[in-house]
């Protein structure tokens, strides 16, 4: 019976992926892809990259049904496809709870604490301020070979995958020698995040192409306010008081400086509309990567090693899959060697991101996520004035004070949160010692 089973599934792998695959193909040889209108390309680039993943979502699905309807995780044997149809698609409901088995840490003093901070701090800032100007470059800027010719590169999925690639091995070589708790979760589970990252990824690249990057730096900052419209609808969340004035300074601050400062991309109509649809896009991914994370954070407690690792690993499997169907690998190498400093600024954009999110983790895991906001919060204020500087954006007085009333509701709120959550403490505090001397 298991041996039907496992001929079955696959069968099942089998058959979709080359069906897909002959999709694609008739796809991508029509006279509209091979030659995109050029103000509605990012549409074209962007349903050509989901038709790749496709491969992958639609072969993983359909064996995932299979397995859940037949229940062939409780006939499976001991063999190899068994196993992995174990670990792909088992919860692991047999296995015992995390416990913190770890032996307990000396304390540091402040002055130990104050040096930690600043290593982070200073990582952090080194690692995504050289990120953004290269990531603005890359795509922005022409590149000059030795011929004197000049290119701009396109493909924003190979920036991705280069990505994704390097912080994999990274984080892998860290599992690897570093010993880590049981891993729990099933690895199709983190297939979600991982696509909607690349498809945020994607976006953020993507939208430079038509909206400067400060603009994309002040559409990042104003993330809450989707996420607390869609948690006081969908999840009934309640916010407090100074959340909802925060969010109004900073969508007043971001108004005023979308509208006095120049856009360095274009001035069209449809440029304009194809930069916020991806900014938007780009919000929306990003919003759902970090709640699912934060789903399996909590059910499965893994460490964030574990997440980057597999969520990476997934990341460079279906870029690599959809750059292989598109041709993608052969004209960016063909680039990378025509144009060497290319070469360059890919290398330090990726080895930049890959010790980015090693920092992120590790200031999180050491002194909490309030830190990092603040530490996130001071880059992207360097970001601004760092690519305003360098690609000369064009910001006025008014403009500037756009700026400001931004970080400054940002700010607000973190010191709101922060006093907030004293004076509970205190509350509690001193409630539970007016019990004790009852």
Not at 11 to 22: D, K, P, R
Not at 215 to 229: D, E, F, N, R, Y
Not at 245 to 272: Q, Y
Request: glycine fraction near 6%.
């Amino acid at each position: 019976m298991a041996n039907n089973s496992e001929l079955f599934i696959c069968l099942i792998v089998i058959s979709s992926i080359v069906f897909l695959y002959i999709v694609n193909r008739s796809v991508l040889n029509t006279e509209l892809v091979q030659n995109p209108p050029e103000d509605f390309s990012w549409i074209i680039h962007g349903v050509r990259n989901i038709l790749g993943y496709a491969t992958l979502f639609l072969p993983g699905y359909l064996v995932l049904r299979y397995v859940q309807k037949t229940n062939y995780i409780n006939k499976s044997g001991r063999g190899v496809m068994g196993a992995l149809i174990r670990t792909c698609f088992g919860e692991e409901d047999t296995l015992p709870v995390a416990t913190n088995s770890r032996t307990p840490l000396q304390e540091r003093t402040l002055l130990q604490d104050g040096v930690l901070l600043l290593f982070y701090f200073f990582g952090l800032q080194l690692s995504y301020l050289l990120w953004g100007v290269l990531q603005e470059k890359i795509m922005t800027q022409a590149y000059e070979s030795s011929n004197k010719d000049i290119g701009y590169f396109k493909d924003s999925q190979f920036l991705v995958f280069v990505n994704r690639i390097l912080a994999f091995l990274v984080s892998a070589s860290i599992l690897l020698c570093k010993r880590q708790p049981r891993h729990k979760c099933p690895l199709y589970k983190y297939v979600f995040c991982s696509f909607s990252n690349i498809m945020s990824s994607w976006c953020q690249y993507e939208a430079l192409k038509y909206v400067s990057f400060p603009h994309q730096v002040l559409a990042k900052a104003s993330k809450t306010i989707p996420v607390m419209i869609m948690g006081r609808f969908m999840s009934k969340t309640k916010y407090e008081y100074y959340e909802y004035v925060t969010a109004v300074i900073l969508s007043v601050g971001m108004l005023i400086f979308m509208i006095d400062t120049g856009n360095d991309r274009s001035n069209s109509t449809v440029t304009t509309f194809a930069g916020v649809i991806l900014l938007v896009s780009y919000i929306v991914f990003d919003s759902f990567t970090s709640n699912w994370q934060g789903s399996l954070f909590k059910k499965y407690e893994m460490k964030p090693i574990q997440m980057m690792c597999f969520v990476n690993f997934f990341s460079s499997i279906f870029t690599a899959v959809s750059l292989l169907q598109q041709g993608g690998f052969l004209n960016s190498l063909t680039f990378m060697l025509k144009f060497p400093t290319f070469s360059i600024d890919i290398i330090i954009l990726s080895l930049c991101g890959t010790c980015g999110q090693l920092f992120i983790y590790n200031t999180v895991s050491t002194f909490g996520p309030l830190m990092f906001v603040i530490i996130s919060t001071i880059r992207q204020g360097f970001s601004v004035l760092l690519s305003c500087i360098i690609y000369h954006h064009n910001v006025s007085l008014f403009g500037a004070i756009g700026l400001i009333l931004v970080f400054l509701s940002i700010f607000l709120r973190i010191y709101c949160s922060y006093r907030i959550k004293s004076q509970k403490q205190l509350h509690q505090s001193t409630s539970t010692l007016k019990n004790q001397m009852k």
